[in-house]
């Protein structure tokens, strides 16, 4: 996989971990390729891909100090990227959301009967 992950060497890290902005903004630019394809193929097309992604970078920071160069590092964000898509799948899941639109006459007027204010 030729993504531009294969750069991100140990002082990269070190360099992240230690503040150094600059070199912050150079592993987004290096991982966003990897990050931004996992989020397309796993979201649903009502999500901003965007939003998701920024996630992921968030919790990627956040996290970086519990990488331990087990395995590669690419395939540490993949597996923060791919929970992230799946935890927003499974609160999309959780919450069924219907608009007004999309009620159909007997609804309507069931809902405008049983849910007036006293």
């Known amino acids: 996989m030729d993504d531009g992950t294969t750069n ?4 990269i890290l070190t360099a992240v971990r230690g503040g150094d902005e600059a070199v912050s903004r150079q592993l987004v630019d290096m991982l966003y ?13 009502t999500e901003s891909e965007e939003d998701l992604s920024q996630e ?14 087990r395995q590669p590092f690419e395939h540490w964000v993949s597996r923060i990227a791919l929970n992230t898509c799946y935890d927003r799948l499974r609160r999309q899941r959780t919450r069924c959301l219907v608009t007004y639109n999309e009620l159909g006459t ?8 049983n849910l007036r204010a006293p």
């Open 56 to 69: 992921i970078f968030m919790k990627l920071f956040s996290r970086l100090h519990q990488y331990r160069s």
């Open 33 to 45: 390729p990897l990050v931004i394809s996992i989020v397309r193929n796993h979201l649903p097309r």
């Open 106 to 113: 007997d609804e309507v007027a069931f809902l405008e009967n």
């Open 8 to 11: 991100i060497t140990s002082e």
